[in-house]
């Protein structure tokens, strides 16, 4: 069960909170967008504080430009030296009256010397304890993991999972937010939105982790079967899944538009105005989703209970073995037909 609610550790109402610094480091797209909703009611709690969001090298792109922050900071936490050089730099600025550190399943122990080193007067996260580590932020507010308590050994516990979106909100919630603000939680570039055509379908086949792709023979009985039902079939792929669409497209033996080397904010422009989005549990995934495409997600191993997309239409199938080879094309040709059918996920 959900652990019970935090009590506020910064005061909403005190006049002194001018500056806000939100640390989310990591390079996962995925988990940044996961932590949008917290972000964005921060800012609207705040609306007078200067909002200062730090990122990855990876994700700079993703947020550059987007309404939840006055500023983005960009740094390497890949390792030590490039966390304590970020750190070296901050030390000349403006102190910040608060810090939160976000972290899902895993703890960054660079990415926590950078919130030590921001100085900020208060530095609020999650119990370092839940992840077997020490406090290397220095918590002036230590806020309790919600869901299930670690068992021994430091597995996760048992239990109904939280989606790590509302992870992301007990934090905003320990610092007097937490309102879950309505969608879409991703806004794409209106110049952009003018290159990207209208109502068409994206297939994308691939995955980072390849223990996260769905075979690739039916994703091209999806895309077969859309392509026939009339829908404009575009297939997408990443730089760290080069092949997957090949492989797709040779199982359908039909030629398709291949969308390749996109940026993140086209990407989001394509989306905005997609009429389905279908594919594996990756970043693009959750990009869709939180553009307000209407979003299919294939899932094995990972629960989307806990981690689908945030958005307004979104679907995911899964086996109950949570085996992606369990999946059936005609489960997940289901789900998009459902979408592409509902009136209120219509985009437009």
């Known amino acids: 069960m959900p652990s019970a609610e935090p009590t506020p550790s910064v005061d909403p109402t005190r006049s002194e909170i001018r500056t806000i610094h939100l640390y989310r480091p990591q390079n996962q ?132 999972p939280l989606h790590q979106s509302d992870v992301s909100l007990a934090l905003a919630r320990a610092v007097g937010a937490g ?27 691939g995955a980072g982790k390849h223990k996260n792709r769905w075979p690739a023979d039916r994703f091209a009985a999806v895309a077969y079967e859309l392509t026939r039902r009339g829908h404009f079939v575009w297939w997408v792929e990443g730089p760290q899944d080069e092949g997957t669409v090949d492989a797709a497209a040779d199982a359908l033996r039909m030629k398709l538009p291949v969308v390749r080397g996109e940026s993140i904010p086209m990407l989001a422009a394509r989306f905005t105005r997609a009429a389905l989005y279908v594919g594996n549990d990756t970043g693009p995934l959750h990009l869709a989703g939180a553009t307000g495409c209407p979003t299919v997600g294939v899932y094995g191993w990972t629960d989307p ?44």
């Open 29 to 160: 797209l995925g988990d940044l967008l996961l932590n949008v909703p917290a972000i964005r009611s921060i800012r609207e709690r705040f609306s007078g504080a200067r909002l200062v969001l730090v990122v990855g090298r990876q994700n700079a792109a993703a947020v550059l430009d987007q309404p939840w922050a006055d500023e983005v900071r960009v740094v390497e936490t890949r390792n030590f030296f490039g966390a304590a050089g970020a750190g070296i730099r901050g030390l000349g600025g403006p102190r910040p009256d608060l810090a939160v550190y976000f972290t899902t399943v895993s703890y960054s122990r660079s990415a926590a010397m950078l919130v030590r080193w921001s100085r900020a007067r208060e530095r609020v996260g999650f119990d370092p304890a839940w992840y077997r580590e020490r406090d290397r932020v220095g918590l002036t507010g230590r806020v309790g993991y919600p869901g299930a308590p670690r068992r021994e050994g430091g597995a996760p516990g048992q239990g109904a």
């Open 179 to 205: 309102a879950r603000p309505a969608p879409p939680y991703y806004v794409a570039d209106p110049q952009l939105l003018a290159r990207a055509p209208e109502g068409a379908v994206y297939i994308h086949p």
């Open 305 to 348: 209970a806990e981690w689908r997309p945030v958005g307004r239409c979104v679907r995911s199938v899964r086996a109950a073995d949570g085996a992606l080879t369990s999946v059936e094309s005609r489960e997940v040709l289901a789900a998009a037909i459902s979408l592409l059918t509902e009136e209120r996920c219509a985009v437009g």
